[in-house]
Nanobody, 125 residues
Framework: QVQLAESGGGLVQAGGSLRLSCAASGRTYAMGWFRQAPGKERAFVAAINWSNNSTEYSDSVKGRFTISGDSAKNTVELRMNSLKPEDTAVYYC?????????????????????WGQGTRVTVFS
């Protein structure tokens, strides 16, 4: 069973930056980040498709967050800038372990077969 190891997260003042990292123990074809704020459902944040290195972002983080990674090492990183209190959530790394179309949207969490345990990000004003 593939395992995902997340690191990063923490407490930061609004306007600050944080970096999340995730490493998968097996081969991946896409990796992404989702988040769940208190009292809300899990929501897509960003993803990267290794087939063409295309990236996708939710509207709420576009322009502030950057996803990058290394397909050979099965690692992904999320750089979060200009953080806002509404970014406060538990962030989950996700990985897909089978091929997929380069044009397929990765916003659906059901496309990912492995999930990390989550890392908490708290942004205070």
């Amino acid at each position: 069973q593939v395992q995902l190891a997340e690191s990063g997260g923490g407490l930061v003042q609004a306007g600050g930056s944080l970096r999340l990292s995730c490493a998968a123990s097996g081969r991946t074809y896409a990796m992404g980040w989702f988040r769940q704020a208190p009292g809300k459902e899990r929501a897509f944040v960003a993803a990267i498709n290794w087939s063409n290195n295309s990236t996708e972002y939710s509207d709420s983080v576009k322009g502030r967050f950057t996803i990058s990674g290394d397909s050979a090492k099965n690692t992904v990183e999320l750089r979060m800038n200009s953080l806002k209190p509404e970014d406060t959530a538990v962030y989950y790394c996700a990985a897909r372990h089978s091929g997929l179309s380069a044009i397929l949207s990765l916003r659906n969490g059901n496309l990912f077969g492995s999930w990390g345990q989550g890392t908490r990000v708290t942004v205070f004003s």
